[in-house]
């Protein structure tokens, strides 16, 4: 009985070593989810953010707030982007930690400060820092070690914030390139208006586009928004309007 008694124990024993083994794998496993949710909700609003469009010095200052919430210790991490001279977020992020005892001059406590570029093609245009501060009162649990799964997590964060300043850019070099253009239009619009002379141009079609003040007042049209797209057929007799269309015509195709 006595044996009986003793394996019916170990059994039992075995079992719940069993199970807190099984319990530990799957508190393990729910928690890795959970960060795992955490950082793709992190790229997720990135970029719902960035198909906000707001203005970069606004969308910078988001991203350095948003960054610590996607780490594994949100309380004690501290982000900023670094972005043509101005800095948004926290200061204290771009703070590196001092070197252990007895390791070189040289040497950093890396694993407690991550730093990667911002680039548009071979151009670094900024960098994104991300830090876990040295203990103090404040933060007793400070000078945490990032993970690899963290640094990834800023990669993705960088490759995005890259490809919206890329795009800022382009948009803000089409925009200036739209205004010089409608500002040389207007110059040459004032030029022509000043000529004297009757003064027009047409497409291949020999269809009015543009037509100046002395050749709306030869055509008796009150503005060039009448005219344009019209032809000689439109505003002169069948005959001459013809022999305009043909001279015109032969010249388009010398």
Known sequence: HDRDLLLAVASQAAIAIE????????????GLLAERL?????????????????????????????IPAAMRHPD????????????YGAPDALTPHPARPGAADDELAVPHQMVQSLRIGDETVGRVYV???????DRPGGGQEFSDE?????????????????????LEETQQASRRLAEERALLRTLIDSL?????????????????????RTLRAASAQEIIGQTDFDRFPQELAAGFYADEQEVMHT
Request: charged share 30%.
């Open 150 to 170: 963290e640094s990834a997590l800023l990669g993705d964060i960088v490759r995005r914030v890259s490809g919206f300043v890329e795009n800022r850019r382009l």
């Open 38 to 66: 955490k950082q793709l909700d992190c790229l997720s609003d990135i970029g719902r953010r960035a198909q906000e469009a707001p203005p970069l010095p606004e969308f910078l200052e988001w991203v350095a707030e948003r």
């Open 76 to 87: 004690l991490c501290l982000a900023a982007v670094e972005f043509e001279g101005r800095l």
């Open 131 to 137: 830090n876990y501060p040295e203990p103090s009162p």
């Open 19 to 30: 199970n807190a083994r099984l319990f530990g794998e799957q508190q393990r496993t729910a």
């Open 196 to 216: 004297p002379d009757p003064t027009f141009v047409k497409d291949r079609n020999s269809r009015f586009a543009l037509s100046n003040t002395a050749h709306l």
